[in-house]
């Protein structure tokens, strides 16, 4: 079993940061890739980022490419989702993800991910 708990997110306002956390725990030799997914209200669940367990390969939605930057703390299981100049259609509900897979051209696949977090609520007011 893989756990995956998502922290972090907020209210803050346009043009201002957040930094989201993803603790990974249990079966954590079963994750190779770890990603960023957002999803809002009638809208399907859209990737945000995605890194893989060493951090040697990352991948960026072009809506989110210089603004955002994941991470992983060497030391822990936890990676980051780092978000500056936020805008207020960044405002969605973000999980983290994990994929017993390698790197692929398929990471932004949601279908790719079998482990999920609960979500974290980011609202950005303009």
């Known amino acids: 079993q893989v756990d995956m708990v998502e922290s972090g997110g907020g209210l803050v306002q346009a043009g201002g940061s957040l930094r989201l956390s993803c603790a990974v725990s249990?079966?954590?030799?079963?994750?190779?890739?770890v990603a960023w997914f957002r999803q809002v209200p009638g809208k399907e669940r859209e990737f945000v980022a995605a890194i893989t367990w060493n951090g040697d390969n990352t991948g960026y939605a072009d809506s989110v490419k210089g603004r955002f930057t994941i991470a992983r703390d060497n030391a822990k299981t936890t990676f980051y989702l780092q978000m500056n100049s936020l805008k207020p259609e960044d405002t969605a509900v973000y999980y983290c993800?994990?994929?017993?897979?390698?790197?692929?051209?398929?990471?932004?696949?949601?279908?790719?991910?079998?482990?999920w977090g609960q979500g974290t609520q980011v609202t950005v007011s303009s």
């Open positions: 993800a994990g994929d017993p897979r390698g790197w692929s051209s398929y990471y932004r696949n949601r279908g790719r991910y079998p482990y």
């Open positions: 249990g079966r954590t030799l079963a994750v190779a890739t």
